[in-house]
């Protein structure tokens, strides 16, 4: 599989795209009280943006996202609070 912009696939890029770049969202993932895990970021995604990213065609390109890389991203972030 190729990767897209450094992510494993376009899916796993939008999710973190949005979430790092959307202040409401960045906010609210840095206020997560436990260090990031592939369940937590995506129980995290699916409760704020149940319907997928603006971007998606729908909850359906959840299933392509790389939540371990995801959470990696999102842990290295919250250290850096």
Same mark, same amino acid.
């Given at each position: 599989?190729?990767?897209?912009?450094?992510?494993?696939?376009?899916?796993?890029?939008?999710?973190?795209?949005w979430? /790092?770049?959307?202040?409401?969202? $960045?906010?609210a993932?840095?206020q997560h009280?436990?260090p990031?895990?592939a369940?937590? =970021?995506?129980?995290?995604?699916?409760?704020?943006?149940p319907?997928?990213?603006?971007? /998606?065609?729908g909850?359906?390109d $959840?299933?392509?996202?790389?939540?371990?890389?995801?959470a990696?991203?999102?842990?290295? =972030?919250?250290d850096?609070?």
């Amino acid at each position: 599989m190729e990767k897209y912009n450094g992510s494993t696939n376009w899916e796993t890029w939008n999710v973190n795209l949005w979430v /790092m770049n959307d202040e409401g969202l $960045y906010s609210a993932m840095h206020q997560h009280s436990q260090p990031w895990t592939a369940e937590s =970021a995506r129980d995290f995604v699916l409760d704020i943006l149940p319907d997928g990213t603006p971007d /998606m065609s729908g909850v359906k390109d $959840y299933f392509a996202v790389n939540w371990e890389e995801i959470a990696a991203a999102w842990a290295a =972030a919250w250290d850096g609070k």
